[in-house]
């Protein structure tokens, strides 16, 4: 139940911008390509003689969004990379941590029906992770160590199918896809040694490298003005797997709020929910706040 509350308020602001979206002027055919790099960074240092507490660190984080989207008369192709890696250190702390790793590729290509909001669609998601991941610890001695759990490519998902695309603009969207192939694919070193249990590893059986479910998914995506040089942009992919479990939906949801101070100068602000019980029994939740540097082209 409390999960289903979750997913009702992750769906909740899609149907009111769905509701308040205003006409705009019609799109014209061809290339529309845009972009935004940015980068956040953070350090606070403490001598020895600092009294007051605290511990000298840095923190950075790394993000791109570009949008490359084409239309002809009826047909449409949006196309979305994301691709964000954040990094934190404290002095006391033996390795750098990561605090974001994220490559993502969205791609939908749309022929439109009759003249409205709706088209025949076909979609393509991939995600995955630039470097590995690790769990923190110490050995005997007290010195921190470290265990590789996740790398490039493992786990990396890969989403597609038909369906339908709803879009009343690039900043307006909702695909339906009732026919979904997603495939998982792991480094099989990580599901080959002793005593691994199958499904243990991202859902992937014991020696395995790969994992195929077949199901529906729905992937929105909504951003407006709150007001002048403040944008709030929503993200939304939902996933059921027919083949096991369908009832335990795989929902992605983030929520990133842009706020412009200049030219180059931003603030943002992100909340990112995850829930796959193949990775995690329970909502992963992460946040970010920072302001830096953001150029776009």
């Given at each position: ?51 007051g507490g605290g511990t000298s660190n840095y923190a950075a ?237």
């Amino acid at each position: 139940m409390r999960k289903l509350t979750y997913l009702f308020l992750l769906c909740l602001p899609f149907s009111l911008y769905a509701q308040d979206a205003e006409e705009k002027e019609a799109p014209k055919d061809g290339w529309t390509k845009g972009g935004n790099i940015s980068l956040l960074f953070s350090q606070a240092a403490f001598n020895e003689e600092w009294t007051g507490g605290g511990t000298s660190n840095y923190a950075a984080n790394l993000n791109l969004t570009y949008d490359f989207n084409y239309r002809q008369g009826p047909l449409v192709w949006d196309n979305r990379i994301i691709a964000d890696y954040g990094i934190t250190k404290t002095r006391e702390q033996e390795f750098t941590r990561k605090t974001n790793d994220r490559l993502e590729l969205n791609s939908v290509l749309g022929k439109q029906i009759k003249e409205s909001n709706w088209y025949y669609s076909y979609f393509l998601n991939f995600k995955t992770q630039f470097s590995s991941g690790y769990e923190y610890g110490e050995d005997a001695a007290g010195n921190e160590v470290r265990t590789e759990t996740t790398k490039f490519l493992s786990p990396g998902y890969l989403q597609t199918g038909p369906g339908l695309l709803w879009k009343k603009s690039d900043d307006l969207s909702i695909n339906i896809s009732p026919a979904t192939a997603k495939l998982i694919f792991v480094d099989n070193a990580f599901t080959s040694v002793p005593g691994y249990v199958d499904g243990d590893y991202f859902g992937v059986d014991m020696g395995e490298s790969t994992r195929f479910e077949f199901g529906a998914s729905v992937n929105g995506y909504a951003k407006f003005d709150l007001m002048k040089n403040v944008t709030l942009e929503n993200i939304l992919n939902l996933y059921s797997n027919y083949l096991e479990d369908p009832q335990n939906i795989d929902i992605d949801y983030t929520l990133n709020l842009i706020m412009a101070v200049n030219k180059f100068i931003t603030a943002n602000a992100t909340f990112q929910a995850i829930y796959d019980d193949n990775a995690v029994q329970a909502f992963q939740i992460r946040e970010a706040l920072g302001i830096g540097i953001t150029y776009g082209f």
